[in-house]
């Protein structure tokens, strides 16, 4: 059940970039400053939740192993 979640959670963060990649590119959001300040918020939070779920999983697996 562990491995569902995680991969929902790695998808939430890639999707997460996606969107905020999106967001940047376009001209929804008409200030610079907070264009730039929406796109490091979003890359932070996603790449931080890909390392996380990254993380998890080989620790997971590194306890299966040692069992």
Do not use: H, R
Request: negative net charge; charged residues 20%.
């Amino acid at each position: 059940m562990a491995q569902k979640s995680n991969k929902a959670q790695m998808w939430f963060s890639i999707v997460l970039i996606l969107i905020g990649c999106v967001l940047a590119c376009s001209s929804i959001i008409p200030n610079d400053y907070l264009k730039l300040v929406v796109v490091l918020v979003a890359l932070g939070y996603g790449l931080y939740g890909i390392m996380k779920t990254l993380s998890s999983s080989e620790e997971e697996t590194e306890e299966a192993i040692e069992k």
